[in-house]
């Protein structure tokens, strides 16, 4: 089971921008997927992005790519979401997800290891 911590959510303005860190201990971490989820009041958590550890190859959800980006440091064993030009809409609670078959998947369910969530709150 791999242990997740998030952190760097918090209340920005409109057009500004957040990293989130979620740093993984447990089970090797090259050897796994790492993902990123959200959840906004009243809707159902929804895929953000997912990396591969071992290659860094990543999938950023459609509607987000050129505002989100993920990436991953295997040194300190740490996924980041940099989230740009933030929107109202990008208001969530931000949860960070790894899966031990390295498969890329959107799909939550199939996800072993959630962390407690970091809160993302975009507001003027």
């Known amino acids: 089971q791999v242990q997740l911590v998030e952190s760097g959510g918090g209340l920005v303005q409109p057009g500004e921008s957040l990293r989130l860190s979620c740093v993984a201990s447990?089970?090797?971490?090259?050897?796994?997927?790492m993902g990123w989820f959200r959840q906004s009041p009243g809707r159902e958590r929804e895929f953000v992005a997912t990396?591969?550890?071992?290659?860094?190859?990543?999938i950023v959800e459609d509607s987000l790519k050129g505002r989100f980006i993920i990436s991953r440091d295997n040194a300190s064993n740490t996924v980041y979401l940099q989230m740009n030009n933030l929107k109202p809409e990008d208001t969530a609670v931000y949860y960070c997800?790894?899966?031990?078959?390295?498969?890329?998947?959107?799909?939550?369910?199939?996800?072993?290891?959630w962390g407690q969530g970091t809160r993302v709150t975009v507001s003027s």
């Open positions: 990396i591969r550890q071992s290659d860094g190859h990543s």
């Open positions: 997800a790894a899966r031990t078959v390295a498969i890329f998947t959107v799909n939550e369910s199939q996800y072993n290891s």
């Open positions: 447990g089970p090797a971490f090259s050897n796994i997927i």
